[in-house]
């Protein structure tokens, strides 16, 4: 990287640091516990499932779309492991690919229908969040499924370092996410679609593929939340993670993901994840109760946009 | 029944836009109870004119006067309460509300909030029934009758404010012959009620049918104000075109007797667009001339791919002749299309110079294993800015913030990265300044000279003889003639734009 670049990317995130720093002075201020190793320990190892799934959300929201299914994708994929670990007593490493491929499958059916039909992607990941919650039911006969120690491991603290594998990979995929977006031909066609997507069409480029593509990728991230999901809970619990698609997009838009597609960041939603996650274990840690944490956070992402909609707005006055 | 005083009175209306003038002191008196039509050629100011009575633009000096009264209006609300009403081309009625909702949208009758349906639908009965119009059912969904319909239900709801000038401008355009029929009786009627009426239209056999009088404008220019009866349709045009002798460009073109066909376009259809064919050789220059709505975007998106022709063959240099059903495949087959309206389809606003760039050679000259190589991004989008002397801070700029020429400069740069075998431009000057369209003609010579085979769609007939190499006229969908610098003069390019609407329309 070059030293313009170098400074431009410290510009970049240096608003999000700010509001993160800020955030953990406050707690550390108000709370003897929370600025302590384990406190954040605990809090890298609770976010790997919000992470994937932000990283896939970032996409789809670049290409101006949105998945609301991801939630009811990371249940089915925890319930097609807990199934064939449980029922079937498979390995984990035998019934891994079919987790992932649960969640990849049904991103792909989101985005060939969204596509394909020219349906808004709300509405068909709608339908996607009620069926797939369905089909974990029928999955895993609505009871919660009890893996145990096989598939711990992965959301354990590594020794020494003290971070889990999970944290691990859910860090190098938003690196990787990242990478995606602004350094592959791939990443410049979502943003260009997400932009003007008549505009890229006559530019002779075939946009469908890369939009039915990404919502693939958000699939796929659900199967690798969902694992890091069963990997903490110890099972597949077939009520897990609903209404975490709106958390997903919040880490989305605190980062300054726009909702009309066409400008996103995968590291920006990254500090997004961090900020939701500090405030809820701070929030919680000074006992606040949860009525007045959802009250707390919700006001956190109001407040987000509104400081993103000024930044747009003194960018364009620039 | 043309009464002494006129209804409206305009003088020296003067519109200005940055340092380009649109209308220069131009005038007109319309009495009331006179049709008053308002002629030009595309582009004379005939919109911006009534645009300006109506309030919707605000001139940059303007003398008006309503009745005898001081008339200026800042608002399209403020010329409707003086009594001025005007009907533009394009619908502005809303598709999902009903008829009834639509025409009384701006004085529905309420109390304390409530709608009061019954006052709706007897006032907007009214309305329609005053107009002959008892048939349109009022509890449709505008957007469910036929657009001609539509351009009624719109008259209707003009006509029914408080009404002294009522301005059409171009209302036959979508209309079958027998709702145009229709709209004559009632334009009749109006004038016996005395109320005055500026009316635009490119079908001049309605303007002999139905004007007392016409005004000429040209180029932004008042020309004369003429009575109908004493001018013939060649007279308009001719007065329109100017009376100038046929533009010769100074150069010698190139004799190019020997040079293979680049495109191919045969017997193309879709929608408008009925069975064109033609063909440009390589190196050779083909503009298209035509009145706007006459086709010519339509046929250039049917060779590209854009819009799926209903039938005909395009073929590139000498490959398979073939229709493209994606502009993708256009592009892989060479050829390259600039947009009309750049901001809708032809750039990314919110992205960079660089993006918008390299945008359609991404895979092709930018990347490695789908990786980007921004540096060679950064470099081929100066050399390009240096070369059409895009005025901008880095490569990094974003388009939106940049100029419309400047804007312009970067969508053709999109292509001269891309390079193709024919290059299809769509008003490639439209609106920028004199210096940014010297470049575009100066590039546009370049690609030819390179051998590249060139087709030019401007609504500006002098940019057309002053770049092509023959000239082909479009008019109403279908092509009607081909002319070389032997035949060609102004006059005979606006008799040929006219001629697909000097005869009774088959629709």
Known sequence: ?318 | MISPTPLLQARDVTKQYGRVTVLDRCQLDVAAGEVHALLGANGAGKSTFVRILSGLVSPTAAELSLAGNFYAPRTKREAEEAGIQIVQQELNLIPTLSVAENLMLTRLPATGGILNRKALDKQARIALDRFGLEDIPLHVPAGSLGVGRQQMVEIAGALDRECRLLILDEPTAALSAGESEALFQQIEKLKQRGIGIVYISHRLEEISRMADRATVLRDGHYVGTYKVADLTSEDMVRLMSGDETPAHRPDQRKSRSQSAVALRVKNVSCGMVRDVSFEVQAGEKLGIAGLVGAGRTELLRAIFGADRADSGTVQIQDRPARLFSHPAEAVAAGLAMLTEDRKQNGLLLSQSIRANSTLASLWKRFSRAGLLLQGQERKAASEQCERMQTRCTSVEQLVGTLSGGNQQKVAVAKWLIRDADVFLLDEPTRGIDVAARRRIHELIDTLADAGKGILLVSSDVEELLETCDRIAVMSNGQLIKTFTPEEWSRDAIMDAAFAGYMNRRSS
């Open chain 1, 1 to 318: 990287m070059t030293r313009r670049a170098l400074r431009e990317t410290a510009i970049q995130y240096a608003g999000l640091t700010a509001v993160l720093l800020l955030l953990v002075a406050v707690f550390s201020s108000q709370s003897e516990n929370f600025f302590q190793h384990s406190t954040l320990v605990s809090i890298a190892n609770q976010i790997p499932d919000l992470t994937f799934l932000a990283v896939g959300m970032t996409l789809v929201l670049v290409v101006g779309g949105i998945d609301l299914s991801v939630g009811s994708l990371l249940a089915l994929s925890s319930a097609v492991l807990g199934y064939f670990m449980v029922d079937c007593e498979w390995s984990l490493w035998a019934a891994l690919p079919l987790c992932l491929l649960t969640g990849a499958v049904c991103g792909l059916f989101n985005g060939l229908i969204s596509v394909g039909f020219r349906i808004p992607s709300f509405i068909v990941t709608l339908g996607m969040l009620e069926m797939a919650r369905g089909a974990t039911k029928v999955v895993t006969d609505s009871q919660t499924k009890y893996i145990g120690s096989a598939v711990e491991t992965f959301g354990e603290p590594l020794a020494g370092i003290m971070l889990s594998p999970a944290f691990l990979l859910a860090f190098c995929t938003v690196l990787l996410g990242q990478f995606l977006l602004t350094q592959t031909v791939f990443g410049r066609y979502c943003v260009a679609i997400g932009t003007n997507v008549e505009a890229v069409r006559m530019s002779g480029i075939k946009a469908a593929p890369y939009s039915i593509a990404v919502f693939a990728i958000s699939g796929l991230m659900c199967g690798l939340a969902g694992l890091a999901q069963t990997s903490r809970l110890s099972s597949a619990d077939p009520n897990a993670a609903i209404g975490i698609e709106l958390s997903a997009i919040a880490a989305c838009v605190i980062g300054g993901t726009s909702l009309m597609g066409g400008r996103g960041n995968v590291i920006s939603s990254f500090f997004g994840v961090l900020i939701i996650a500090v405030l809820q274990t701070g929030l919680a840690q000074l006992g606040v109760s949860d009525a007045n944490k959802q009250i707390i956070t919700g006001g956190v992402i109001v407040v987000a946009v509104i400081l993103d909609a000024l930044r747009g707005r003194w960018g364009k006055s620039e």
